[in-house]
T-cell receptor
């Protein structure tokens, strides 16, 4: 069974700092790897999706990379803002049939 | 375009009762997935429906069931509620065009509290 781990569990940074969130998974036979953010009391918002054949995806200040051989993905956030404060979750899709295995998340706080 | 909607948003039940949660996907989306989120176990996959058929099921007891209607709306049912069923239940929808990787869009969730 796929196991997804995210380190650190919580992170506080001053506004403007660049930061990296880490995600590791045990089974490298993935269909895709996705990053979400969750604001308190709300559902998940999709940030980036990396297909198994891709190495990275970018959207605005966000860049996600995927290294299947080492079972790792990173989410890079440039020039962090207070509005980036949320819990960030990575999830692997093993089959492409919308069955996601989620990590435990990293709670990010950006201090103004 | 309206997002994924879930009703009700909050629910309080007692042990032994049953509950039905509803999810309306984004218009045109045919795949609906359900997830349970708890502080201890995090987000766990319950099941996924596509064209009224359950294609995948997570590791949950048979008390958890679901269905999908012809208009892609989905319901999940939990019978004989236990205290441990208290959780945020999230529904996600996607287009699922075969061969293309799919983004899932999540609803706001239903917060179930079992007393």
């Amino acid at each position: 069974k796929q196991e997804v781990t995210q380190i650190p569990a919580a992170l506080s940074v001053p506004e403007g700092e660049n930061l990296v969130l880490n995600c590791s998974f045990t089974d490298s036979a993935i269909y895709n790897l996705q990053w979400f953010r969750q604001d308190p009391g709300k559902g998940l918002t999709s940030l980036l999706l990396i297909q198994s054949s891709q190495r990275e995806q970018t959207s605005g200040r966000l860049n996600a990379s995927l290294d299947k051989s080492s079972g790792r993905s990173t989410l890079y956030i440039a020039a962090s803002q207070p509005g980036d404060s949320a819990t960030y979750l990575c999830a692997s899709d093993q089959t492409g049939a919308n069955n996601l295995f989620f990590g435990t998340g990293t709670r990010l706080t950006v201090i103004p | 375009k309206a997002g994924v909607t879930q009703t009700p948003r909050y629910l309080i039940k007692t042990r032994g009762q049953q509950v039905t949660l509803s999810c309306s996907p984004i218009s045109g989306h045919r795949s609906v997935s359900w997830y349970q989120q708890t502080p201890g176990q995090g987000l766990q996959f319950l099941f996924e429906y596509f064209s009224e058929t359950q294609r995948n099921k997570g590791n949950f007891p048979g008390r958890f069931s679901g269905r999908q209607f012809s208009n892609s709306r989905s319901e999940m049912n939990v019978s004989t509620l236990e205290l441990g069923d208290s959780a945020l239940y999230l529904c996600a929808s996607s287009l699922f065009i075969k061969g293309n990787t799919d983004t899932q869009y999540f609803g706001p969730g239903t917060r179930l509290t079992v007393l």
